[in-house]
C-alpha cells in the first residue's frame, strides 16, 4: 500500500503541476501570515489640556490610544485614530471625528509655526477655546510635524481617500492587500494630580519719608495656556509682561538707591502664578495680605495696581478698568500721565482706556485686576489688545518670532502672535515715564510732558528685554508643568533679588475637599506607529484556510474516489496497435 502511495505521489510531482500546487498550498496558507508588527516611527505628542475649574471639566478626559490610523477623509472613523496636519484642519472635521466615536485624534503641527499663513494661524487660534469649551473622552493629541511622520499620513491619506470611489469588492481587496498603521501610546490612562503647588513671588522698594506711604503694586502673571500645555510658550501673553516688570524693577531700583531720587511711594511688585486658571495666585496673595495678617502694604494707603498683561507688539495701549477713577485720585493721576507721555513723546501711540464692569456670574474673570477690584483696591490692566476675548491670549501660536526680515518679506509680519522687542521697549518706556512722573509729582511741579527721565545710563535696555523674553520662551510655561521647584520660579526669585528686597515666595494649593482647580498627568507621551495589515487580512485569511481544510477533509473522507480519479489522470497513457 506504501508502495502504491508513493508511486502516486511521484507520479503527480513528476507530471502535474495544478497537483503539486494543490499539495503545498496548506503549507504556504498555514505559514504565511500578516507582516509582523513593526515600528515604523516612534514621535512624541502632546496631549490637549485635562483640567477642572471651580468643579467644571475641561479638555479631552481620555489618554490610551491603541487604534489604526485614518484620515477624516474615510468614510468610517469610529474606533480609529484620526490624523489631521494643521493646515487642513477645521472645526467641522474635528466634529466629525467626534460625532464618529473616534478612536483619537491626532493634530500634525508644522517645525516652525510663525511661518504658517496668516489665516490659518488666525483660524486655528480661534478654535482653541472651542476645542476646550467641549469636554470629551477622545484623547486628542498633537505632534510636531517630520519626515517619517509626513510619510505615514501622506499613505494613509492615499488610503483612506481612494476607499471612497471603489467598489465594494475593490474596498475589501484593496483594504486586505494594503498596509495600515496601528497608533499606540506608551502611558496610562491620566489622574487628578494632588498637592500641587502653583507658586507667585513678590518683591519691594520701599518708600521713605514716612510710616504711611501709598504704594504702588505692579503685577504680571507668568504662566502661558494653550489648547496643549507642552506647547504652550506664552510669548506675548505674558512673557512681554514679565520682562516688562523685571525691567521696570531695575529701573527703579536704581533711582531708590540714589537719596535725592528715592521717592515717597512703595513699590510692591508681584509676579503671579496660575493667571490663567482664574488669577489663582493673585486670589490667594490678596487673602493671605488682606485676611490672614495684620501687617502688609496692600492693607495701608495702595494708591493703584497696575496689572501687565501681552505688551509685546501692536501700536496701540489700553488701559482697562472695572470703574473709571475719579479726578483728583493717584489712578487718575496714572491714567493723564500715560496719555500725555504717548502724546507728547510716542504720537504714533494710539492710547485709550476701556471700561468694562465685573462680572462675577462668569466662570473666568477679564483681566487679573479684577481680582484687585473685587477686594475694592484700584486696579487696572494695560495691554495692546482692545478685549479680554481676543484668541492670542490664550493660545500655543503666542510663540517668540525672530525678527521678520530674516524670514518674511519686507513689510511682511510672521504670522500669529510674537514679541516685537523694539515696541516692547517702547512700551516699557511709556510705563516707567508715566509711572516716574506720578511718584515724582512731575506734572504739577511743571514738567514738560517730553521731559525724559530714562534716558543715557537710566534708559531702557531691548538686549534685557529680549533675553528675558528668549528665556521664558525657551520652556512650555504651563501652571501643570510649573512647580515650586522649577527653574522658572528660581530663575524669577534670582532676578527679583537683584534689584528688590524681601523677596518672597507664596504657594496655592487646591482645597482637598472643594478644590478650585484640579490638574491631570500623562500631558506628554511618546506614540509609536506600527506598520500592520489591517484585520481584515486575518479573516480573509482564517476564510480561505478553512476553506482548504473542508475541503482536504472531504478529499480523505472520499479518498477512495479521489485515488481513483487521479490514478486515471496520472496513468500512462498505452499504446495501440
Known amino acids: 500500500m506504501f508502495e502504491e502511495a508513493s508511486e502516486v505521489f511521484d507520479n503527480m510531482f ?42 467644571q471639566p475641561y ?20 474606533r480609529r485614530c484620526v490624523i489631521m496636519r494643521l493646515a487642513d484642519f477645521s472645526y467641522d472635521k474635528y466634529q466629525k471625528a467626534l460625532r464618529q466615536s473616534a478612536g483619537a485624534v491626532v493634530i500634525i503641527l508644522p517645525k516652525n509655526m510663525s511661518a504658517m499663513p496668516q489665516d490659518i494661524v488666525q483660524q486655528f487660534m480661534e478654535l482653541e477655546p472651542e476645542m476646550l469649551a467641549t469636554e470629551t473622552i477622545v484623547p486628542v493629541y498633537f505632534a510636531m510635524e517630520d519626515d517619517e511622520l509626513l510619510s505615514i499620513y501622506t499613505q494613509t491619506l492615499t ?45 519691594r522698594l520701599a518708600g521713605v519719608g514716612g ?49 535725592r531720587t528715592h521717592a515717597g511711594y512703595n513699590l510692591l511688585f508681584f509676579v503671579s502664578g496660575g493667571g490663567k486658571f482664574n488669577y489663582q495666585g493673585t486670589k490667594r496673595w490678596l487673602e493671605d495680605n488682606l485676611d490672614h495678617t495684620d501687617s502688609s502694604l496692600l492693607q495701608d494707603n495702595v494708591a493703584f495696581v497696575l496689572c501687565l498683561d501681552t505688551l509685546g507688539n501692536g501700536d496701540s495701549m489700553h488701559l482697562h478698568v472695572s470703574k473709571p477713577p475719579k479726578e483728583g485720585t493717584p489712578q487718575y493721576s496714572l491714567l493723564k500721565e500715560l496719555e500725555l507721555v504717548v502724546a507728547s513723546q510716542y504720537p504714533e501711540v494710539k492710547f485709550s482706556m476701556v471700561h468694562k464692569k465685573i462680572n462675577l456670574a ?26 479680554h476675548r481676543l484668541a492670542q491670549r490664550s493660545s500655543i501660536m503666542d ?28 512700551n516699557t518706556k511709556v510705563v516707567a515715564e508715566a509711572l516716574a512722573r506720578v511718584i515724582y509729582n512731575l506734572t504739577e511741579k511743571g514738567a514738560p510732558g517730553d521731559l525724559q527721565i530714562f534716558s543715557e545710563q537710566m534708559q531702557v535696555q531691548e538686549e534685557q528685554l529680549s533675553a528675558v ?18 527653574s522658572v520660579v528660581s530663575t524669577l526669585e534670582y532676578h527679583l533679588g537683584r534689584y528688590l528686597k524681601d523677596v518672597k515666595k507664596h504657594y496655592v494649593k487646591a482645597d482637598k475637599r472643594d478644590p478650585e482647580f484640579v490638574f491631570y498627568d500623562q500631558l506628554k507621551q511618546t506614540m509609536n506607529a506600527y506598520r500592520v495589515k489591517p484585520a481584515i487580512f486575518d479573516l480573509l485569511l482564517a476564510v480561505c484556510i478553512a476553506a482548504y481544510l473542508g475541503m482536504m477533509y472531504l478529499a480523505i473522507q472520499n479518498f477512495g474516489v479521489l485515488y481513483s480519479v487521479v490514478r486515471r489522470i496520472t496513468q500512462p497513457k498505452t499504446k495501440t496497435h
Not at 36 to 43: N, R, S, W
Not at 212 to 237: C, E, M, N, R
Not at 401 to 425: C, I, M, R, T
Open 211 to 259: 510710616e504711611d506711604l501709598p504704594t504702588i503694586v505692579l503685577v504680571a502673571h507668568y504662566d502661558s495656556f494653550g489648547v496643549a500645555p507642552w506647547l504652550s510658550y506664552g510669548a506675548d501673553s505674558n512673557g512681554s509682561g514679565v520682562s516688562m516688570l523685571l525691567e521696570l524693577a531695575r529701573l527703579f531700583s536704581k533711582l531708590y538707591t540714589y537719596k
Open 14 to 55: 513528476k507530471s502535474s503541476f495544478p497537483l503539486t500546487f494543490i499539495v503545498f498550498l496548506p503549507a504556504v496558507l498555514i505559514l504565511v501570515s500578516p507582516l509582523p508588527a513593526e515600528a515604523a516611527h516612534e514621535f512624541t505628542v502632546y496631549r490637549m489640556q485635562q483640567y477642572d475649574l471651580q468643579g
Open 362 to 387: 462668569d466662570d473666568m474673570l477679564a483681566w487679573e485686576h479684577e481680582r484687585f477690584g473685587i477686594r475694592r483696591l484700584p486696579a487696572f490692566t494695560l495691554s495692546h489688545l482692545p478685549s
Open 469 to 486: 523674553v528668549d528665556w521664558l520662551t525657551a520652556q512650555p510655561r504651563a501652571a501643570q508643568l510649573v512647580d515650586k521647584d522649577s
Open 159 to 203: 488610503s483612506s481617500s481612494s476607499q471612497g470611489s471603489l467598489s465594494a469588492a475593490e474596498v475589501l481587496l484593496h483594504t486586505a492587500t494594503a498596509n495600515g498603521f496601528q497608533m499606540v501610546t506608551s502611558g496610562a490612562q491620566s489622574k487628578a494630580v494632588s498637592d500641587w503647588a502653583i507658586t507667585s513671588l513678590e518683591g
Open 399 to 426: 510663540v517668540r518670532s525672530v525678527s521678520p526680515s530674516s524670514h518674511y518679506g519686507a513689510g511682511e509680519p510672521p504670522a500669529g502672535p510674537h514679541v516685537d522687542v523694539q515696541k516692547l521697549g517702547r
Open 59 to 78: 479638555g479631552t478626559r481620555n489618554a490610551i490610544l491603541n487604534t489604526e490610523a485614518r484620515t477624516v477623509e474615510a468614510e468610517v472613523l469610529s
